[in-house]
């Protein structure tokens, strides 16, 4: 018995003395030194890999990070003037003060990027911050051109977003002058439902009024490509879909002259040529391109010949505040081959009976921006941004698509002028909330103001590309209807999302935005009587003013667990609001009713999703979300009193999309060997795959499927290389889908032809294969594509007016190839 009550408290005296070990929390501290002068390195920021801690050098070089469990441990420094320093130190309780030094670099940094698994892949993810913006909790997606193996001097959208799961992909026109894409039953038309910007500010004709966007940038140009879902609308605005950001290429920081020249050559008659130059001269450093692109089209009299010219100035005044300034011009003049009814697309898709119909853009984008850092954990980032831009539409375009045109036939003239100039400060800011909590504060600003200045009337007869208003005209089929109207934009928003930190696993991430909105039209619009010979009885001219003010507050919240560094499960669910746009508000067409009691739409939008990488042979994302329109605004066919077809638009009630979006890529040669470094072979194989459900909840088409949703839609590919030759593989898959909210089917079979515009109806499913390869060696690249491999017949867009009506076939095969030298 006394022996065991010796060893009883032998036993007890060694966990009590053992326990503070145990729990013990170590610090870690440090010197940052210069390697060549053996100075102090101030102001260096050291990342502890696995953790959210960030440290930052005194005056002396010193940091130090507080508790910390004993063991290896990954630091990363960042210093602007020195080279990344990646290291691993091994912490103990008698760890003394350790010296790290720094190579001096002549260049700044922007950022600092920990390299991970996915850079490897054609697809990343956003960090939890990133500049002076929050994306924690949020689904994004960041494609980075130069990791992918596609046809980039066409802007194909749908091998360079293939990687998107989800995504609806309007095909219209080869040159990829205008990007047309949805997701999630958004209507894709000039990408209008997401919040499109060029390195963080709107490039859009009006981001509220009039959010389309005919000005896309060159892939060859871009850096990365930024997605953020539906959330994103309490930083970046309202819109449903969420935000998409190019990244442009920026001034290459480690020479005075650095230049590029891309030139392609393909079929019917297309030719890219691109070429950049970009360096660093002491503070100032530069980013300058200028693209000319041209072709005849697959099909007759479908012909574009565009120009786009870029410039980015960038001056270091200190290392805590810089300036830049950009300039961007984009010109384009095409030729428009109109739309096809049903039974023309069936007997031969690359016919056109439209030989008169233009569109002529020109867009010019300016922005200045400066960035401060007002402490080592503060931010501030302000941007100034304007535009000056037009759009003209010149053509003849019935209700009845295979109705014949003759160039004594007057034409219809849309034109559109844009001015508009915007500012946004954000400021972003790490804190302490005690020892064990921390947290990341972001609060914004945005005042905005959108001119536009449309006019609809009558254009001249002939074929020639002549962009000039004529009076009305006798004619039995010329236009019957003008008007000229002026839209007066104004917009300010105040908004602030935080994250908050519980530990080293979970956050929580709530915002708030709140928006004010003030659009107005003023002007007249006129109408022509004409009698059954096509001669003027009557004109009637009618004013209107209209103004709808309003503000709101919409908010959201996000939720972050991260068991390991490397795998996270998300979810968020944020409010969505889109205003009506300028035309709704008011637009002449004799095939088109709109409400006059139309309302802006409003709902929800949600995701939960598990993502993260696996042993660095896998990245996956997956994920079910959920979309809840109320008021949804689209377009439904119906018949006037003479049985005439016509569309109605309106707020045809509430909608919910349901779905579930999957992608995964996978570095197979890792998978095979994992203890083997690749060296020269390399293979990868990607999916995403989104299955999704949506119907009409209320309204007149309540049980109807949602238009622009394709139940499954899948797109699949592989890429693999030998030293310096790569080459890609990729299939596109996506189910039936329909073009507005009836469902109709509108087709020779289920409709009588004297009643088919061709206008609404099925989009059929299609399949479509693509194929590239490319080959570089030191100073030269080349590159050869294949679209559309096995020459599929098929469309994506049934058009309701320009470039339309009716539908515009895709395009069939075509060849590429490009030669592309560096130095």
Known sequence: ????????????????????????????????????????????????????????????????????????????????????????????????????????????????????????????????????????????????????????????????YARVAGLNIWETDQGGLQLSIGGRGLDPNRTSNFNVRQNGYDISADALGYPESYYTPPIEAIKRIQLVRGAASLQYGTQFGGLLNFELRTPEPDKTVAVTSRQTVGSFGFFNSFNSVSGTVKKLSYYTFAQYKRGD?????????????????????????????????????????????????????RQSNRERNWFKVDWNLFNVSADWKVTPRSNLNLTTFGLVASRKSLGYRPNFVER???????????????RNVGLEARYLTRYDLGEAKSGVLLVGTRLYRGYNHSIQGFGPTGRAADFSFVPAAAGLNAPTSSSDYRFPNYNGALF???????????????????EYIRTRAEGSYQTVVRDLAGNITDVTNTNEVRTSPRGFFIGGLGASYKAREERELYANVSQNYRSITFGDMQITNNALIIDPNLQDERGYSADLGLRGDQAQWLTYDLSVFALAYNNRIGEVQTYDRNDRPIRRRGNLGRALILGVESYGEVDVLRLLQPTVEPERWRLATFANVSVIRSRYTSGENTGKQVEFVPNLNLKTGVQGGYGPFKASFQFTYLSNQFSEATNARN??????????????????????????????????????????????????????????????????????LTAAVKW
Request: proline share 5%; glycine share 8%; charged share 20%.
């Open 1 to 160: 018995m006394m022996k065991l009550l010796v060893y009883s408290a032998v036993l007890l005296a060694s966990l009590l003395a053992g326990r503070p070990a145990l729990a013990q929390q170590l610090v870690l501290q440090g010197r940052v030194l210069e390697e060549t002068t053996a100075r102090p390195v101030a102001g260096c920021e050291v990342y502890l890999r696995g953790s959210r801690q960030i440290a930052r050098t005194d005056s002396t070089g010193r940091f130090s990070i507080p508790r910390l469990a004993a063991g290896r441990q990954q630091l990363q420094f960042s210093s602007i003037g020195h080279e990344p320093l990646k290291t691993e130190v091994d912490l103990t309780a008698e760890a003394a003060v350790l010296d790290f030094t720094l190579t001096p670099k002549q260049r700044t940094l922007r950022e600092v990027v920990v390299a991970g698994p996915q850079a490897r892949f054609g697809q990343t993810r956003l960090r939890e911050v990133e500049g002076t913006a929050i994306f924690a909790a949020k689904k994004s997606e960041v494609i980075v051109p130069d990791n992918l193996v596609a046809n980039l001097a066409t802007n194909n959208a749908r091998q360079v």
């Open 496 to 514: 602030a999302e935080n994250i908050f930190y519980f530990g080293e696993k979970f956050s929580l991430t709530p915002g708030v935005r709140y």
């Open 404 to 418: 014949a045109d003759a160039d004594t036939q007057q034409r219809e003239l849309i034109t559109g002028d844009f």
């Open 747 to 816: 087709s020779p079979q289920d409709e009588r032809p004297d009643r088919n515009s061709a206008v609404v109806g099925r989009i059929p499913a299609y399949q479509i294969m693509d194929a590239s390869v490319s080959w570089e060696r030191r100073w030269l690249k080349l590159e050869g594509s294949i679209n559309n491999l096995g020459n599929t017949l098929y469309f994506t867009r049934r058009a309701t007016g320009y470039p339309g009506p009716g539908i515009l076939p895709s395009d069939g095969r075509s060849f590429f």
């Open 297 to 349: 089209g697959w099909r007759p009299n479908s012909g574009f010949d565009s120009k786009t010219a870029y410039a980015d100035l960038r001056y270091q005044f200190t290392d805590n505040f810089k300036m830049g300034l950009q300039v961007t011009h984009m010109d384009y003049l095409a030729q428009q081959p109109g739309g096809l009814s049903d039974f023309q697309f069936a007997q031969n898709p």
